[in-house]
């Protein structure tokens, strides 16, 4: 069983940046990889960034590709998602997530969430 926790979320005017984390407990974090989603009220869940188990691989989605970026630390069981550029539409309950077998675009692949982190963006 892997616990996370999402911290770092608030509000900011557009343009601006926020760096959000996610700390893991309950087992060795480094055999995961790791996601970050975002949920806007009345909406999908919907994919923002992944990162592989040693962290040289990553990947994004189109939206916040060049703006966004996943990085993780395993000796401090922390995953991080620096949000830069911030938009508006960037406004959602942002989660990470755990998956096993590797870095995956589908929020369904993934086996351990934490409780989400709000991101208000004004314009």
């Known amino acids: 069983q892997v616990q996370l926790v999402e911290s770092g979320g608030g509000s900011v005017q557009a343009g601006g940046s926020l760096r959000l984390s996610c700390a893991g407990s309950?087992?060795?974090?480094?055999?995961?990889?790791m996601g970050w989603f975002r949920q806007a009220p009345g909406k999908e869940r919907e994919f923002v960034a992944a990162?592989?188990?040693?962290?040289?691989?990553?990947y994004y989605a189109d939206s916040v590709k060049g703006r966004f970026t996943i990085s993780r630390d395993n000796a401090k069981n922390t995953v991080y998602l620096q949000m830069n550029s911030l938009k508006p539409e960037d406004s959602a309950a942002y989660y990470c997530?755990?998956?096993?077998?590797?870095?995956?675009?589908?929020?369904?692949?993934?086996?351990?969430w934490g409780q989400g982190t709000q991101v208000t963006v004004s314009s």
């Open positions: 997530a755990a998956r096993i077998l590797g870095m995956s675009s589908n929020w369904r692949q993934y086996e351990y």
């Open positions: 990162i592989g188990q040693s962290g040289t691989s990553t």
């Open positions: 309950g087992r060795t974090f480094s055999p995961y990889a």
